[in-house]
Each structure stands twice: as structure tokens, then as C-alpha cells.
């Protein structure tokens, strides 16, 4: 072994991707046997997967159980943690982009089940993060292919921005800034827990200003690393970008996270740049406004500034006595056992896993307005009404 990362970039399509999947496995070879398996997709919001790629195809999700169900691990666990215009509805976004069914018996909803731990970058913070993925014995990542108007790639490193649960999310958007501060909480959410292989689904990929822009791009084409970083470095390759254009990137080479020079890689298959691909070329202006195709398109700091406000509020006549489902799912104690249970808003972390775990319909997520208050005064725009 020279310790050169390889990276598989392999001609698939959906109705032939357990073959590539069979082609990963034989190539990358994981102790399953025995092992607990967590599979993160990326399930960002609802959508149609065969008109969007906004989320992981179901059909590359099916293949892999599929393929894992023949190495006999303990157990496997497939989720997830929602994006921006889905917090508290993971179970929701599950369903209806076909991920639940595809997962079976397998799928779980991880934002019920958070650990506290403390980031130091890009601010000393404590965070909740999907426990089941920090614990599980091996780890497998399957991102969608993407370009970012922010991060200019949404691949295999920033897929563990989904070990953040909820709103906490927003919460790094919005005070990060600029691309580079942002880029280093990425980073420490790929530190937490780098999976032990990736597999991306880049049949059918995002082009544009991402996260969830219209425009998508028939690609036909499975990804494979055990290297993340390595790996986003070929994506980069293919859609325009040199490595030092993207920011986690630049990071990630820098701390030694993974290989970054396509020269120092063996890469196995066609990575030619995808002619006229169409990546981001507008940066984010100095107000942190950029386009994403979320919403109206652009995303700015008010954007997230109205989700950093949401707190739980909790409808009495739908709350059942006795029920203490919110509270107990609070990783930071801000729910209080009450009748029904009272809120402290400065422990809140913004993990909605309240809302993730109220069956009853008793529970929104709803702006506070001290909190408004608080933001607005602090900068000359006003959060949408």
C-alpha cells in the first residue's frame, strides 16, 4: 500500500445501482458481521427524488441494506436530521420522499436520541448531535451530489452537518458570517464522527446554488471513499472547482483530514469535468445574503434569524396528562415536567426534538418574540413577519 485514498467514480444509473453498490463493498471491505451499522442519508426536505435531487434516491438507500442484510451485522439504523424548512418533521420528510420506505424496519428517527458534547470552533459551544451515529460501530455516509451557493459543494464532508439536530443549524448560519467561519463548523461536525465509507448518489445531481436549487443534472454516476475529503475533492474536479475554491476543503486538507490533491489520489474510473455544469459564480455578499433555492431563492441572515427564534409552545388542550414525550426527548432539560410541561427558553438548544417526539399534535415551533426582539435590535433588517 503506497497510502494513497482511492476514490471509485462508477457508471450507474438506478436500476442497476446494486451492482455498484456490490462494486464499493468488494472494493472498500467493512467488518459488518456482528457490528452495529448506522446509514445516514441526507434527507433535507420533502421532495420528488426522481425530479429532485434535493435528497439521497431511495433506490441507492435499497441497494445498500440490500447489501448490508447479507453480512449478517447485529443491527442497522438508517436516518437522518431534517434541514432548514423541515425542523420537527423528520418522520414527515421519511415518508413522503419514499427514504421510510426504502429503509424498512431499519429507519429511525435520530433526532430522539441526542448527546451533549462541546465544539470549540468556530465559537466554544455545546451542541446536541445524533448519538446513534457518534456510537455506531461502523458508519456509512450517503450524500447527494450538489453544488452550494454558500459552501460551493454539498457532498461527503458536509453531510455530517446533519449530525446537528434542528434549528442549531441555523443557529451556525447565521452567526458564522462568511464562508470561512462556516466552513470550520463543518469541519468539527466531520471530526466528531468520519464515516467509514462513503457512497454518494450522483445519478441524478444538483447544479446551481444549492441546497435544494431546481436545476439538476443527469450524471449517471456512483462516488466511493473511505477518504470524505478525498472524495469531495474529485466532486470538486467534476463540477468546476479547484480544491482551494472550496473552503471546507482548503480546511480540511490543511488539519490533515484527508487528501486533497488529486495528483496523490487513485481514482478509479471517468472523473473528467462534467462539461458546462453549472456551479455557483455569485459569492455571498457581506450581508451573508446568498442564493440557494430555498424560499424565494436567496437565503440571508434574517432567513435564519427567524429560526433562531423558534421555541416550543405547547397547546394544553391537546397535550394528554401524563404524557412527558417532549420533555424526555430535551437532551438540555429546557422542557420542564409539568401539565403540561413548562419551557425554559434560555436552555432551549434548538434541537426539536420536542416536536420530533409529540404524536399528539400538541406542540409548534412558533418565533418567540423576546427573542425577535432581541436580534432585531442588533441589526438594521426585521425579521419576516
Not at 451492482?19 to 472494493?27: H, P, S
Not at 463540477?239 to 490533515?256: I, W
Amino acid at each position: 500500500m503506497d497510502g494513497r485514498s482511492k476514490v471509485l467514480v462508477i457508471e450507474s444509473s438506478y436500476e442497476t445501482c446494486f451492482q455498484a453498490v456490490e462494486r464499493v463493498f468488494a472494493t472498500f471491505p467493512l467488518e459488518i458481521k456482528g457490528k452495529n451499522v448506522l446509514v445516514k442519508v441526507n434527507a433535507l426536505r420533502a421532495c420528488n427524488p426522481d425530479r429532485e435531487a434535493i435528497v439521497t434516491h431511495p433506490a441507492l438507500l435499497k441497494a445498500v441494506i440490500g447489501k448490508l442484510e447479507t453480512l449478517a451485522p447485529k443491527r442497522i439504523i438508517v436516518g437522518d436530521s431534517v434541514g432548514t424548512e423541515s425542523y420537527g418533521n423528520s418522520q414527515h420528510i421519511f415518508h413522503t420522499t419514499g427514504l421510510a420506505e426504502a429503509a424498512g424496519p431499519y429507519y429511525r428517527n435520530l433526532s430522539l436520541n441526542l448527546k451533549v458534547v462541546t465544539v470549540e470552533k468556530p465559537f466554544p459551544r455545546k451542541v446536541a448531535v445524533l448519538k446513534d451515529v457518534l456510537e455506531a460501530d461502523v458508519y456509512i455516509s450517503l450524500p447527494k451530489m450538489k453544488t452550494h451557493g454558500l459552501t460551493m459543494l454539498s457532498g461527503a464532508v458536509k453531510n455530517n452537518y446533519g449530525l446537528l439536530a434542528g434549528a442549531q443549524k441555523s443557529w451556525y448560519h447565521y452567526h458564522s458570517e462568511k464562508p470561512e467561519i462556516f466552513a470550520e463548523i463543518l469541519i468539527e461536525m466531520f471530526r466528531l464522527r468520519p464515516p467509514d465509507l462513503v457512497i454518494m448518489d450522483g445519478i441524478l445531481a444538483m447544479e446551481g446554488y444549492g441546497p435544494c436549487s431546481p436545476d439538476v443534472r443527469r450524471v449517471n454516476k456512483v462516488l466511493a471513499a473511505a477518504d470524505a475529503v478525498a472524495l469531495d475533492a474529485v466532486l470538486a474536479h467534476m463540477v468546476g472547482f479547484r480544491t482551494d475554491e472550496v473552503p471546507y476543503l482548503r480546511l480540511a486538507g490543511n488539519l490533515g483530514l484527508g487528501q486533497t490533491d488529486l495528483n496523490t489520489l487513485d481514482i478509479v474510473g471517468n472523473f473528467s469535468p462534467l462539461e458546462g455544469y453549472n456551479r455557483p459564480v455569485v459569492a455571498p455578499e457581506s450581508t451573508y445574503c446568498y442564493l440557494s433555492g430555498v424560499g424565494g431563492g436567496k437565503t440571508s441572515r434574517a432567513f435564519y434569524a427567524d429560526r433562531i427564534c423558534l421555541r416550543p409552545v405547547i397547546l394544553a388542550e391537546k397535550c394528554p396528562a401524563g404524557c412527558m414525550a417532549c420533555a424526555e426527548a430535551c437532551p438540555s432539560g429546557a422542557l420542564k415536567p409539568g401539565a403540561p410541561p413548562v419551557l425554559s427558553s434560555s436552555q432551549c438548544m434548538l434541537c426539536s426534538a420536542c416536536m420530533e417526539a409529540c404524536t399528539h399534535g400538541a406542540l409548534k415551533l412558533v418565533p418567540e418574540e423576546k427573542t425577535r426582539r432581541e436580534l432585531e435590535g442588533r441589526h438594521c433588517y426585521r425579521l419576516p413577519a
